[in-house]
């Protein structure tokens, strides 16, 4: 069994998301599972303003689910709103990048898995 406990692993801060703006704190739940296409589990806090910078993943994609709080969605140049409950998938190859535009936090989990090739 793999599971990931939170109060078991640690975290940290750090600022300037791939090359985004502000503060956020990153915990890693689960990384590199043997024998899965899946890369990791990431819980995220982003600070008030801060954002996760534009950036692809090539070889990998991505949903980032959105626990609490709102903001703004970028992937592939395209812009939409996004608040709690919202999940988004980033295709392998595709630009993407989060910003919060409010005054509270938002909480978000990124789960990252290889691609299969077509």
């Known amino acids: 069994m793999i ?33 899965s296409a899946f890369e990791y589990c990431r819980y995220i806090v982003l600070g008030p303003g801060s954002s996760i910078g534009d950036h692809p993943h090539p070889a990998n994609e991505e949903i980032y689910f ?12 395209e812009e939409r709103r996004v608040e709690a409950g ?17 005054t509270e936090s938002m909480e978000l989990f ?6 299969l090739k077509p």
Not at 25 to 33: D, E, G, I, M, Q
Not at 86 to 102: E, F, M, Q, T, Y
């Open 3 to 35: 599971i990931g406990i939170p109060t078991e692993l640690p975290g940290e801060q750090a600022a300037d998301f791939h090359g985004g703006k502000g503060a956020y704190f990153v915990r890693t739940l689960l990384k590199n599972v043997p024998g």
């Open 86 to 102: 919202s999940a988004i998938l980033n295709k392998p190859g595709s630009h993407h990048g989060l910003r919060n535009d409010d």
């Open 110 to 115: 990124v789960v990252c898995a290889t691609a």
């Open 66 to 77: 959105i626990m609490s709080g709102h903001g703004i969605m970028q992937v592939d140049g």
